[in-house]
C-alpha cells in the first residue's frame, strides 16, 4: 500500500498503517482519519477475539465523528454475518451497497458499508 500511495503522488496527503486488533494504545500515536478503507476484514475464524479486537478498533479509530468508514464486506459464513449484524454495524449509521460479481463465474460479490459512528447515547447494545 504504501508503494501505491507512493506512485500516485500522495504521500502528502494519504498514508497507510498496519494495525493490530485491538491494541487501542497503538492507535493514540496515529492521530484522526478522514476517511478509514477496510476490505476483508471480516471473516470466519475459531477465535471471535480475533473479530472483536477489529470491533474496538474500528470503533476507536472511528471516535471522531467526522471519521468515515469504507467497508467492502463478503459473507462466507453465518458466524461471520451474526458478528456484522450484530456487534459491528449497528455501532455506525450507515449505508450500503451490494456489488455483484466481476463476472459470470466469478466468486467476488460483496457488500460495501459507508458507516459513521453512531453517538454513544443513539447506539444499540
Not at 95 to 118: F, G, I, K, M
Request: glycine share 4%.
Amino acid at each position: 500500500l504504501k508503494q501505491n500511495i507512493e506512485v500516485n503522488g500522495l504521500v502528502d496527503r494519504c498514508r497507510s498503517e498496519e494495525l493490530f486488533w485491538g491494541d487501542i494504545a497503538q492507535l493514540e500515536t496515529l492521530g484522526k482519519f478522514d476517511v478509514i478503507l477496510a476490505a476483508d476484514v471480516v471473516y470466519p475464524t475459531k477465535d471471535p477475539s480475533i473479530l472483536f479486537g477489529l470491533r474496538d478498533t474500528l470503533l476507536e479509530l472511528c471516535s471522531n465523528p467526522s471519521t468515515c468508514l469504507v467497508l467492502a464486506y463478503k459473507p462466507r459464513a453465518k458466524e461471520d454475518q451474526e458478528f456484522m449484524a450484530e456487534h459491528l454495524i449497528p455501532h455506525f449509521d450507515h449505508t450500503s451497497e451490494d456489488l455483484p460479481p466481476s463476472s459470470p463465474n466469478a466468486d467476488d460479490a460483496c457488500t460495501v458499508y459507508v458507516c459513521c459512528r453512531r453517538q454513544q447515547q443513539q447506539q444499540l447494545r
